[in-house]
């Protein structure tokens, strides 16, 4: 038989409720009723609950992780290297989907439950500067992603420019040059949004190796960016007759289910059109063709979010808020393999050389 | 300039922790203090943040949905689903992974920090009977998933020896007899066992149209499914050169590793060899080719787990803990189209036509 709470109010002679106070932590109790019952959960060898632990330090032991949704596999694979970072010091994880709303952005990002989560890591889709709401709640926060936001919060984010430019120089070192990009996002109006960031690292490849830009082969798409969204780009972009040599997609998840409306239309990837995605998800690795990508390190943005938190948690951090970026890297696999470097197009680069 | 905590204090006449409390609702406070600091959070159009509007009802109107891991995308479908289905009804999801780890699972059934949720939806992985503690702590719990666990909770489950059997049959019917079954789990003993209740329903589809089963073809995995766990059961179900013309694979994860696999041996899917896979995750209809699988209703799964819930939450649903069955139903894609109905090996169907 287990200990339950009435064996430990018996012992302690107080009652069940005040048993259920001092485990959860969320009530007062005098010092001398907490010091009774304390004594008599450790002879009863009573299995408290994570808060226990965390009873005297004023911290429930739990933070919240607020992603925009579940259903894309990059947010479930930083998630996943955020719950392993905390787990290894005790932490919990709790994940909120904020539906990549405004509304449920702002709610955590001005403080969130404080008294049930000591801070939170929020990775913001419609954020806006104005949205911030100084010193209501002091609940730490941590802010994942790539938004140029001027808050004063922790920021772990990736050089979203650098990282298209790199993609996209990698088609056009492959010797392709009617390269579609997909994924601009033109609900929100902030230049420092995600998708303008890696239009603008799209862009100065092409500068950079004298192609001027075709506004044809720049489609938009809505906030979440599925597979749908990339199917569907692709079917109007050759419904338009638009001609493509290349696709670069903001993000695997779009890059797949381009690759698969181009199969749909008789096309083979990629030897007819060559596809690269962003975010270096595990379905992009088992796919077929194999997915060309730009790979940030989740492991150490979830991990790097983590102790930037805790730190702010247990007091350990006290430097002024700052933005880290994360290194990210290119991966070639079958999806661009299909010419070998420079080929018929070289020319292209011919002022690069 | 938003209202602060400190200008509803102002105009309640109170301080900013009892505005915090009444906000928070964790902490007594008087009923005439308390309506004060309502009025001037009315007056001051303060934006409360969720809790504020369970205060009276005493509840925080979050619940907690426990599932194994994110990495898996049937979990994070149907947590997509539950998301919305409370969503609709004011609550708040807060999702944990227990990494199905009974330890994990065990704190969640026992009574999860009752103080911070309302109730919780577990879908369990390593739960034994034995670890329900009856009674510690009265927080509502739903099961999901398809454990035939005897405990007072209501159970949401689909049926895994009926799933099975059709999956298996579809194969057969179509004329497959050396089929792989892939993703037996020995490390769990139970014998309502998700796996071991898949395995069932394939023998029995075996057994009815007589062939015997070949041990074989049965592979066993670890508890996680995963696109690496049907990789390399591939690898090492060829390696030890066993004959296969089909594969089915007890989830869809493991089914695309599983052609992977096959692709990267020169087969094809499912000229060569038919794979059929089980949960209907979104990347299996895009993929190349698309998977044939087992799809249970995921959406009816999260708002039948919800509505159980909040009715237990809500006292609204007062019956004996039930268990339902939701519908699946088997939906054909091209990874097993690559033979007509009955061909040359109909002769296995012979004594059932």
Same mark, same amino acid.
Request: proline share 5%; net charge negative.
């Given at each position: 038989?287990?200990?339950?709470?009435?064996?430990?109010?018996?012992?302690?002679?107080?009652?069940?409720?005040?048993?259920?106070?001092?485990?959860?932590?969320?009530?007062?109790?005098?010092?001398?009723?907490?010091?009774?019952?304390?004594?008599?959960?450790?002879?009863?060898?009573?299995?408290?609950?994570?808060?226990?632990?965390?009873?005297?330090?004023?911290?429930?032991?739990?933070?919240?992780?607020?992603?925009?949704?579940?259903?894309?596999?990059?947010?479930?694979?930083?998630?996943?290297?955020?719950?392993?970072?905390?787990?290894?010091?005790?932490?919990?994880?709790?994940?909120d989907t904020t539906g990549g709303e405004r509304a449920n952005?702002?709610?955590?990002?001005?403080?969130?439950?404080?008294?049930?989560?000591?801070?939170?890591?929020?990775?913001?889709?419609?954020?806006?500067?104005?949205?911030?709401?100084?010193?209501?709640?002091?609940?730490?926060?941590?802010?994942?992603?790539?938004?140029?936001?001027?808050?004063?919060?922790?920021?772990?984010?990736?050089?979203?420019?650098?990282?298209?430019?790199?993609?996209?120089?990698?088609?056009?070192?492959?010797?392709?040059?009617?390269?579609?990009? &997909?994924?601009?996002?033109? $609900? =929100? +109006?902030? @230049?420092?949004?995600?998708?303008?960031? #890696? %239009?603008?690292?799209?862009?100065?490849?092409?500068?950079?190796?004298?192609?001027?830009?075709?506004?044809?082969?720049?489609?938009?798409?809505?906030?979440?960016?599925?597979?749908?969204?990339?199917?569907?780009?692709?079917?109007?972009?050759?419904?338009?007759?638009?001609?493509?040599?290349?696709?670069?997609?903001?993000?695997?998840?779009?890059?797949?289910?381009?690759?698969?409306?181009?199969?749909?239309?008789?096309?083979?990837?990629?030897?007819?059109?060559?596809?690269?995605?962003?975010?270096?998800?595990?379905?992009?690795?088992?796919?077929?063709?194999?997915?060309?990508?730009?790979?940030?390190?989740?492991?150490?943005?979830?991990?790097?979010?983590?102790?930037?938190?805790?730190?702010? &948690?247990?007091?350990?951090? $006290? =430097? +002024?808020? @700052?933005?880290?970026?994360?290194?990210? #890297? %290119?991966?070639?696999?079958?999806?661009?393999?299909?010419?070998?470097?420079?080929?018929?197009?070289?020319?292209?680069?011919?002022?690069?050389?």
């Open positions: 038989m287990p200990t339950t709470l009435k064996d430990v109010a018996l012992r302690a002679g107080v009652s069940i409720k005040t048993v259920s106070n001092v485990i959860h932590g969320q009530v007062y109790v005098t010092d001398e009723k907490r010091e009774r019952v304390e004594e008599a959960l450790k002879e009863l060898n009573y299995q408290p609950n994570l808060s226990a632990r965390y009873l005297r330090k004023g911290r429930v032991g739990v933070i919240g992780l607020a992603i925009p949704e579940l259903l894309n596999p990059y947010f479930a694979e930083v998630s996943n290297t955020v719950i392993l970072a905390a787990g290894r010091q005790a932490y919990t994880v709790l994940v952005e702002r709610i955590v990002i001005n403080g969130w439950r404080p008294q049930l989560l000591d801070g939170v890591i929020l990775s913001p889709l419609a954020l806006e500067q104005e949205d911030l709401q100084p010193g209501l709640v002091e609940t730490p926060v941590v802010l994942l992603g790539e938004r140029f936001l001027d808050v004063p919060h922790d920021h772990v984010a990736i050089d979203n420019v650098a990282a298209a430019y790199e993609a996209t120089y990698h088609l056009l070192r492959l010797g392709y040059r009617r390269i579609a990009a &997909i994924g601009l996002r033109i $609900d =929100v +109006p902030d @230049e420092t949004e995600t998708s303008k960031l #890696r %239009l603008r690292g799209y862009l100065q490849a092409l500068q950079e190796v004298g192609i001027s830009s075709d506004k044809q082969l720049i489609t938009t798409t809505e906030a979440f960016y599925d597979r749908e969204s990339g199917y569907s780009a692709i079917r109007r972009l050759f419904a338009d007759g638009v001609v493509v040599d290349a696709i670069f997609c903001f993000n695997d998840l779009m890059a797949l289910g381009a690759i698969r409306a181009l199969y749909d239309m008789g096309l083979r990837v990629p030897e007819d059109v060559a596809v690269i995605g962003f975010d270096d998800i595990e379905e992009g690795r088992y796919a077929f063709p194999s997915l060309t990508t730009i790979s940030p390190d989740k492991k150490l943005i979830g991990e790097t979010a983590v102790d930037f938190l805790l730190g702010r &948690i247990e007091g350990t951090r $006290d =430097v +002024p808020p @700052e933005r880290v970026y994360i290194p990210f #890297r %290119l991966i070639e696999r079958e999806s661009t393999m299909g010419r070998a470097w420079g080929g018929e197009r070289r020319d292209v680069l011919k002022d690069h050389a």
